[in-house]
């Protein structure tokens, strides 16, 4: 089992910065990649980015250029740097961490952090 606390959203102008931080606790071992999914009202959840094992990064096209994960092992905490943020990044931001179970991928959810981007 992996337990995932998302802290960092609120509220910001266009333009802004903010950063969420992703806190993994129990099977941290297990882990085989973390990474940032949002949904915004009426949408489907969306990959943002994506951190391996290995640190091997994965960005959506839309955040390339403004966003930037991280992962901090020895505190089991993952990062994403948000910057010169947009309306459109207006969502609720999950953490999650997938593991390896044998023959599939297992997830695991944080409980989600709102991001808002006033224009």
């Known amino acids: 089992q992996v337990h995932l606390v998302e802290s960092g959203g609120g509220l910001v102008q266009a333009g802004g910065s903010l950063r969420l931080s992703c806190a993994a606790s129990g099977s941290i071992k297990s882990i085989s990649s973390l990474g940032w999914y949002r949904q915004a009202p009426g949408k489907q959840r969306e990959l943002v980015a994506s951190?391996?094992?290995?640190?091997?990064?994965n960005y959506a096209n839309s955040v390339k250029g403004r966003f930037t994960i991280s992962r901090d092992n020895a505190e089991n905490t993952m990062y994403l740097q948000m910057s010169t943020l947009k309306p459109e990044d207006t969502a609720v931001y999950y953490c999650?961490?997938?593991?390896?179970?044998?023959?599939?991928?297992?997830?695991?959810w944080g409980q989600g952090t709102q991001v808002t981007v006033s224009s």
């Open positions: 999650n961490a997938k593991t390896w179970v044998g023959v599939r991928f297992q997830d695991y």
């Open positions: 951190i391996t094992s290995g640190g091997t990064t």
